[in-house]
């Protein structure tokens, strides 16, 4: 490794960026991220914010909301524009950090980056198509018109898994509609939404419109959620935080939006061309680690091929390269951290208790290269049952369930039986049987022949059930969300 290499991958220390200037927290605390694939390699250090820090961030945001709201939509569009050329020319730096800090191959990450300047010209282009309706009126000489307006200050609350992604999808809708924003990403990998506003800042949005605060949720993002000068608040994450949200949210009748936890299905009927389905499977269920929210982790089989299917999974599982995502061939990375590892590990244990059969992978990888990492290697569990806790609770992880069924009816009856509706996929040459399914899964996106994850940033994205809370994100109408409507009785 020469000098300059050296310094470049040297820890660097990162401040929130509030009313326009980069800060440390109020109490000078800090806490730092470490690469999960070399646990030696401290990634940045952050700062630990508070409660304080927040309404700081909270002020700021009230204060420009105004200024940033008079400029004209398709101006604001612009400064979208240009952001999005200025994160494209850093992309690949953008992406090394995404891969250092969380953990998803280069390639994956190169692609993330990639779909966040796509999520920032769409909503750019939004700007001169943020449009009311002009309706007739009942009585004479009257028009009536709505018109959007922003709500003020919203919260974003994000995870780490899609760590520049999830921060662009909500700040790029929320921003053209004329919102002020505080971001508040995920402490395990707060790096590439930093980098997402390091790029709107240059681009021009005015001082004080973006606000990004770290620290831990207990405070930074419970101040975001109770405090009255926010509007609303878009949050993705686990359930469990996105329970307490609304209930917090309940109590001052703030609109809220959640996206959460998935267990979702892949079907694959015996009238499936085999490979393809093999690839979807193995795509949806492993890549990133199996740490997207749109994952399969359940595949549910038609009887007739289950054990044939079965050892197709795991002659590819085996196959899989896993290692650290900048080096070229590896398929998985580690998990996002040790807690995330314990619960891989906990529930291959779980599955096995409960009677189903590990059919290949699911042990800790921890030598030679793997050394210092959060390894393990991709799970198949045979012969799952529905009731199981393997077939019903969110792993996160690369640990994949196959469940036996009888038939279509029996699929979609097991697909079902779950708390969870954020994604679906059917594996079947029958469009009878793809058209069953997508009328009949319980599920907000749903598949047919492609894997359960992948999704496109153009087009609305949310779960339905347990998953999903409130409108919609993505698409035309995120904005929704965003904007309230005025309706407008003129009589000229
Ligand atoms: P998490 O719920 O632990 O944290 C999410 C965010 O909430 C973080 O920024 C965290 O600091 C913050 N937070 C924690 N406690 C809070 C509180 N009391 N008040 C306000 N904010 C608080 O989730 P995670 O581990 O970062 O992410 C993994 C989860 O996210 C998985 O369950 C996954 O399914 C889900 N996810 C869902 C989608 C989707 O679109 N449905 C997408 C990606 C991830």
């Known amino acids: 490794m020469d000098g300059r290499t050296q310094v470049r991958v040297m820890s660097e220390t990162f401040r929130n960026f509030i009313g326009g200037a980069w800060v440390g927290s109020s109490s000078g605390r800090t806490f730092e991220t470490r690469n999960p694939a070399n646990t030696d ?6 700062p630990e914010s508070d409660a ?22 398709p101006k604001r569009g612009e400064i979208l524009h240009r952001a999005a050329n200025i994160l494209e020319s850093r992309a690949d730096a953008v992406a ?7 953990g998803k191959t280069l390639p994956e990450a190169r692609g993330e980056v990639n779909r966040a300047v796509n999520i920032l010209r769409y909503y750019g282009g939004e700007g001169a198509r943020l449009s009311g309706q002009l ?15 922003p709500l003020g200050v919203v919260g974003l609350i994000t995870p780490w898994n899609f760590p520049i992604a999830i921060p662009a999808w909500k700040t790029a809708p929320a921003l053209i ?4 924003v505080v971001l508040k990403p995920s402490d395990l990998a707060p790096l590439c939404a930093l980098r997402l506003v390091q790029a709107l800042d240059e681009a021009g949005v005015t001082k004080g419109a973006l606000n990004f605060i770290t620290g831990p949720g207990s405070k930074v993002g419970h101040e975001i959620v109770t405090n009255p000068s926010v509007k609303a608040i878009s949050f993705t994450g686990s359930v469990a935080t996105g329970s307490g949200i609304a209930v917090e949210a309940a109590k001052r009748r703030v609109r809220v939006q959640l996206e959460m936890g998935g267990k979702n299905p892949t079907v694959v009927l015996a009238d499936a061309d085999i490979p393809d389905a093999v690839a979807n499977v193995i795509n949806s269920a492993f890549f990133s680690t199996g740490q997207r929210c749109t994952a399969t982790s359940r595949v549910i089989v038609e009887a007739p091929i289950a054990e044939e299917f079965t050892q197709a999974l795991v002659k590819r599982s085996r196959e899989l390269k896993v290692g650290n995502g900048l080096e070229a061939g590896i398929d998985l ?5 040790e807690r995330q590892l314990a619960t891989v590990l906990d529930y291959v244990a779980i599955g096995q208790q409960e009677g189903a059969r590990l059919a290949c992978g699911g042990e800790r990888l921890s030598t030679g290269v793997h ?11 045979a012969d799952v049952r529905p009731a199981m806790r393997v077939a019903q609770e969110e792993i996160f992880g690369p640990v994949l369930a196959v469940l036996p069924a009888r038939n279509l009816d029996d699929a979609i009856g097991i697909a079902n039986d779950i708390e969870f509706g954020l994604s679906a996929a059917i594996c079947t040459r029958s469009l009878t049987s793809a058209y069953e399914f997508l009328n009949r899964i319980e599920a907000g996106l749903v598949m047919v022949n492609l894997p359960s994850a992948g999704v496109e940033y153009h087009v609305p994205f949310g779960g339905s059930k347990g998953s999903s809370l409130g409108m919609r994100e993505q698409g035309p109408v995120a904005t929704d969300f965003y904007t309230e409507l005025k309706t407008v009785y003129l009589k000229y």
């Not at 390699?41 to 952050?46: A, L």
């Not at 509609?177 to 002020?180: K, Q, R, V």
């Open 52 to 73: 304080a820090d927040a309404r700081e961030a909270i002020g700021a945001a009230r204060k420009a909301q105004p200024i940033w709201a008079a400029i004209p939509a």
């Open 96 to 102: 090394r950090d995404m891969t250092r800090e969380e």
């Open 41 to 46: 390699e401290v990634i940045g250090s952050y």
């Open 371 to 381: 050394a210092r990492g959060y390894f393990s290697s991709p799970a198949v569990l």
């Open 177 to 180: 509609a004329g919102n002020a």
């Open 135 to 149: 309706t007739p009126s009942e009585r004479d000489r009257v028009v009536i018109q709505t018109l959007r307006r």
């Open 333 to 337: 990375g580690p998990s996002v951290d």
